[in-house]
């Protein structure tokens, strides 16, 4: 094996096979955005503190600023784009539409990504870790209270 | 934002991976990733190749040997920790990786990066120093064994030198252990954090965030005014910045000594 400055991967994304080459040096946000045009996930600050870029990497909630795309090689990833079936807002998305869980909506593709992750594992999580769940995903506008609502609430 | 223009290899094995780093000088083992990429956008970092230690199968896992010594892989996860059985044995382990910054770094960032990039500020260096660790490191020589407070060297150096991995990481049995901190902000990066722990009567205590590397000091008891002279003795000269003087982290070292001896006792 050689070390390389380019390479094809292969990835499902929502279901979806992706064979693209891509430069080693280019991130997984990058890769999802400009290459599969899937631009439901953000670049917020790009440092790895406001997890807007978060997405699921074969089921584990990260933040895709953080990972290069050819570390995602082989893996299945899913994103903002895969939680509505048919158009049809999921039970989640349709709390936060509810709760008003958004102002801006910058933060939501992200908030919404870590919701599903805590709650695929934690189907009735408390209040403290609904809000320990989206640590990592910065909100400017909302205080966070009606997000953590409309968690709470698609929880139930 | 974009990266310098870096190659990358995935190995499966520690002697590919070995010969991949020894092949350049410019070249890093990537571990998580989760400070790597980051100071990569800075450019604080401009390594050549970027070496992935995630197919290598050896360098994951956590392991509960008969004598309750536990045996945990360079590249397991804190929320590996966190969630294994096995790690309970040794519980500061698992509490201390759950206030690493959130659930994204916390699925990424690896008990082998934290230690090998020795950012002064990180929780993983004062605790393994404090509850007696053994890394082990692999080079084209052969393996060795260093203790953890041997192992830091300075701002970001550790004894894992270039060409050289750190494969796992050793903690003996034990459960008498503490650790505080005062953070930037919940499971923020520390202003100061201090780790104790308690081996029969001996007292370790390993200050981190005031030094390159965490001050190792063992007090005469676990009484306050052992634990306070013990500091004091240490004539720390941390440095200063926006979140806190000299003087207030010389202070907090003091007080966090004596939450995590008093959390440490409390477990005796």
């Known amino acids: 094996m050689e070390a390389v400055s380019r390479k094809t991967i292969t990835v499902d994304v929502n279901g979806e096979q992706y064979e693209r080459e891509v430069d080693a040096r280019r991130l997984l946000i990058h890769f999802i955005r400009d290459d599969l045009d899937l631009t439901g996930s953000h670049i917020g600050c790009d440092t790895g503190n406001c997890g807007a870029c978060s997405v699921l990497l074969d089921g584990t909630l990260v933040k895709s600023c953080m990972l290069l795309a050819v570390q995602a090689d082989g893996a299945k990833i899913e994103t903002v784009e895969g939680l509505a079936a048919d158009g049809e807002l999921n039970g989640l998305q349709q709390a936060f539409s509810d709760h008003h869980g958004l102002q801006c909506g910058y933060c939501t593709p992200g908030m919404l990504m870590s919701a599903t992750a805590l709650l695929r594992k934690n189907k009735s999580p408390s209040e403290d870790e609904i809000r320990r769940g989206i640590q990592g995903n910065i909100c400017r506008c909302t205080g966070y209270v009606n997000i953590v609502e409309a968690i709470k609430a698609a929880a139930e | ?268």
């Open chain 2, 1 to 268: 934002m974009l990266l310098r223009e870096v190659e990358y290899a995935r190995p499966a094995s520690v002697q590919e991976a070995l010969r991949l780093l020894g092949a350049n000088d410019g070249a890093r083992a990537l571990a998580g990733g989760q400070t790597l990429i980051n100071v990569m956008k800075a450019r604080a970092a401009s390594p050549d190749v970027l070496v992935d230690l995630a197919d290598i199968g050896e360098l994951r896992g956590i392991e509960l040997g008969s004598d309750g010594t536990l045996e945990l892989g360079a590249m397991t996860t804190y929320s590996d920790i966190i969630d294994s059985a096995e790690a309970r044995a040794r519980p500061i382990l698992g509490e201390v990786c759950d206030q690493i910054a959130d659930v994204q770094v916390r699925n990424r960032g690896t008990i082998g990066g934290n230690v090998c990039s020795n950012d002064p500020t990180n929780h993983l260096p004062p605790l393994l120093v404090a509850i007696g660790a053994t890394m082990t490191i692999v080079g084209k020589d052969g393996e060795r064994s260093v203790p953890a407070e041997e192992f830091f060297l300075g701002v970001y150096m550790t004894a894992a030198g270039p060409g050289e991995l750190l494969t796992k990481i050793s903690v003996p049995p034990g459960k008498s252990d503490g650790f505080a901190s005062v953070p930037i902000g919940k499971d923020g990066t520390c202003i100061v954090n201090v780790a104790a722990s308690l081996d029969g009567g001996a007292v370790r205590l390993a200050i981190g965030c005031v030094d390159a590397v965490p001050v190792l000091l063992k007090p005469e008891s676990t009484d306050d005014g052992a634990v306070r002279s013990a500091v004091q003795g240490a004539n720390l000269d941390p440095p200063w910045d926006v979140h806190a003087s000299a003087d207030y982290r010389r202070h907090l070292a003091e007080v966090l000594a004596l939450r995590a001896v008093a959390q440490a006792v409390g477990r005796n």
